[in-house]
């Protein structure tokens, strides 16, 4: 049996998160919600798997969009800390600027920032993908497994500190680079991903032929899992 | 966790209506900091000769008319005194010092929580909403204000340790984080001849701020020594009679939103205290950047 699909809009400050996140969680794939009177409201749209499209109308707090595994979220407003931390997959689209932390220990799925994005953007990035119009601000790429940072502006101080796996693409300038982490020649590899990247974001005043790569040295970190076993 | 608010109004038609936002911007910031709550209000409400004392006493029943009566037959000048539920203001133009000395004998047991030209400050413990409540905060008119919600970490919680501190008049610190090297600097001020009257880190940040302006610094650049001497995470405001500054520390952990409009400028930990303001939808909002000091002015 297939559930019929919904389109429907909630009043955050009317109805509060918990009912907010209650009746996104019981909309069928398919459905539609948008989301009004945000008033900076933490933890919205967090831990939903189902497949759903979700407009934020406003600025929100914290979290938003958090451990999600199924919905794209459009939001037209700025983001509080901790943007999609956590994401498993699908879309989240800000049409605004991002607080600091966005994309936190993200496993999957694609963060589009139409404008600037704070501090330590895609922190300990376990295989996301951020995409950010703009300027990132410091330790952007802080201890970041795997996954993609694309920078279509400036980044901040201590770019890619102790990355592992992860890759940072920056279509601006840096202003430093963290421990452990380099410059590299982009490969043909990475300009296919770059260029799949602009045409997934929009972002096409980013040149994919000419951006930094910054990767890790390797120098700071091996996964010997054996290590301890040999005598 | 603490909670950090702030308002500059720049639209003189705000200031009768500062007293709504601010109790509402407070409020908000009730998850972050629950324990204890403080403000410092800036009105033009004194005459240019006269200081207010914004006073307290553990004692409930004081009888805060005789305090006045005492400080006038000490001083040889009147005042006026209003009281606020556990806080009472003496405004007068008897000479500081004098003023001070009236009080300490007075047998209240008064603490002068802060003085100034300005400024009126009030702290307490408790749930922000009812500290609101207790002072009639939404009722408060002025062209600044600065509040924090506090959750202590590094002393205890009692009135005294609630925020703002204030060294100098009409100067008002909140902060948010914790300092690691607060007991170094206590010695440091001590030997100065400058004495905390907590075990708060905070105070320590604030007495030092106040040693650096009296040695000369401009807000500003004792902002600077801040940030040079003092070890932990902070994101600190600090308000004047004519200025008020942010600063936030080389990680800048500690958050600060900044809203600004042709009518005010307001900073807040998080948004949604900021969510109410009039036409904030269309504010220039902002996160300041690490070691990177904001001043506005009135």
Known sequence: MTATTESITLDVHEMGVTEVNRALRALPDGSSATLTQIRG???????????????????????????????????????????????????????????????????????IVSGDVS????????????????????????????????????????????????????????RSLGADARTEDLTEADVAKIRDLVEKSGFDHINPENVTKVASAKQLYNFDALKNQRY | MCGIVGILVRDPALEGEIGQYFSTMLEEMTARGPDSAGLAIYDRGVAADAT??????????????????????????????EINGHVAFLTTSAPVAAVHAALAASGEQIIVVGEGHAMSLIKDVGLPGDICDRYDVSKVTGYMALGHTRMATESAVTIDGAHPFSPR?????????????????????????????????????????????????????????????????????????NAFSVVRDAFACKPMVVAETDQYVAVASEYHALAGLPGIENARVFEPQPEEIHTWTV
């Open chain 1, 119 to 174: 501090s330590r953007a895609a922190i300990s990035f376990k295989g996301g993908t951020l995409a950010v119009a703009g300027d990132c601000g410091h330790m952007s790429a802080f201890m970041a497994q795997a996954g993609t940072l694309l920078i279509g502006g400036n980044a901040g101080e201590s770019l890619g500190d102790s990355l592992y796996e992860a890759v940072v693409y920056v279509g601006g300038k840096v």
């Open chain 2, 169 to 241: 008049p009409d100067l008002a610190l909140v902060h948010n984080g914790s300092f690691s090297n607060h007991a170094t600097i206590r010695r440091q001020l001590a030997d100065a001849g400058i004495n905390c009257i907590t075990e708060n880190d905070t105070e320590v940040c604030a007495q030092y701020i106040g040693w650096r302006m009296a040695e000369g610094d401009t807000l500003e650049d004792a902002m600077r020594h801040v940030l040079k001497e003092f070890d932990g995470f902070f994101t600190l405001v600090v308000s004047t009679q």
């Open chain 2, 52 to 81: 207010r004392y914004s006073l307290r006493t553990d004692n409930p029943h004081a009888n805060w008319d005789a305090v006045k009566s005492e400080v006038e037959a000490a001083t040889g000048a009147s005042a006026s005194i």
């Open chain 1, 41 to 111: 409201a933490h933890n919205l749209a967090v831990g939903l798997t189902n497949k759903i499209h979700i407009t934020v109308e406003g600025s929100t707090g914290y979290y938003l969009g958090g451990l999600c595994d199924g919905p794209d979220i459009t939001v037209n407003g700025s983001p509080g800390p901790g943007l999609g931390e956590n994401l498993m997959s699908g879309t989240i689209r800000v049409n605004g600027n991002s607080s600091s932390a966005a994309g936190a220990t993200a496993h999957g799925g694609l963060i």
